[in-house]
């Protein structure tokens, strides 16, 4: 008797509620049993390793079908996708997505191989093109010299005090950035902003840094 075999990736144990689990049960559209479904949790689809997938491929006999509910869970490279797809069908395996493109496609017929195809080129292209402008963003971000997200955090005002004791206390400018894994223009911008702060607590006037100490002939000290 032919299967369908579910898998699913789902970030929190929390699975209940999640759509796919939904999908993937549902008697008309996945048509999984419960026991037949294999989930990885809080699994990249980027990693290799996913131990639920690798059991779920291990169950399925030829006649039988993979059912996920969207192309991502297989992961998020065109190349591994049409691999898996293709290791399937020599097994005589068919593969169906039950949301690609707002459409289930199943590999078992000629049609749904076809489309399978074209739309993993699709969905492959749509994240090259994400990551391009990530990518372009940050650039434009850095060559502003603006902060980039969430590196402001990590650098606390204490943090920022303490580097600012070292350096009264005689400490390298350059060495105490790079302790702290920052540029120098960084580090001096960042005391620059901790003191105006502390002297606007204080009702002072913002006192002014020296921009750098006497520096060695060929580079900073």
Do not use: C, W
């Amino acid at each position: 008797m032919t299967k369908h075999i579910g898998y699913a990736r789902v970030s929190t144990r929390a699975q209940d509620s999640d759509r796919q689990i939904v999908d993937l049960k549902d008697p008309m559209l996945g048509k999984v049993r419960a026991d037949d479904l294999y989930i990885d949790h809080g699994v990249s689809g980027a990693r290799e390793t996913r131990p639920a997938l690798d059991q779920a491929l291990a169950a399925l006999e030829a006649g039988d079908t993979l059912v996920v509910a969207t192309l991502d869970r297989l992961g998020r490279s065109t190349e591994n996708m049409l691999r898996l797809a293709a290791d399937l069908r020599n097994r005589g395996v068919a593969l169906k997505v039950l949301n690609l493109g707002g459409e289930a496609i199943d590999t078992s017929t000629p049609t749904g191989s076809m489309l399978f195809t074209v739309m993993v080129a699709l969905a492959q292209m749509e994240l090259d093109i994400k990551k391009e402008r990530a990518l372009d963003s940050v650039s434009k971000r850095r060559a502003a010299g603006k902060d980039l997200g969430g590196r402001r955090a990590k650098f606390s005002e204490g943090l920022i005090q303490m580097a600012r004791q070292q350096i009264d206390a005689g400490g390298s400018p350059s060495q105490v950035a790079r302790d702290l894994g920052m540029s120098r223009a960084t580090l001096h911008r960042r005391l620059q902003q901790n003191a105006e702060s502390v002297d606007l607590r204080l009702g002072e006037p913002p006192a002014v840094l020296p921009r750098k100490r006497e520096a060695r002939k060929g580079g900073l000290k």
